[in-house]
């Protein structure tokens, strides 16, 4: 898959990675899309490595995307702790 789609699904994966987790959150959109990006890496490698399976097949799959959201709800929770939901304050 080229650059454009994995910034396309890593957008869609964080938004709903972000509906299916309650709680607010810090970042904005920018931060959305790189957890996003970073979460279908994140899950393509785990499926690899713990299923032994090519879960990153292409824009269409169904496992491309279920990695996705997975791995982008990983990396939200993660975020979510380090940053411990601190927002700022204009």
Known sequence: MG??????IGLLAGLIAKALMPGRDPGGLIITMLIGIAG???GGWLGKVLFGVDSIDGFFELSTWIAAIVGSMILLALYRLFTGG?????
């Not at 601190?86 to 204009?90: G, L, Q």
């Open 3 to 8: 650059i454009i789609a994995w910034i396309v």
């Open 40 to 42: 279908g890496l994140l």
């Open 86 to 90: 601190r927002t700022r304050h204009a």
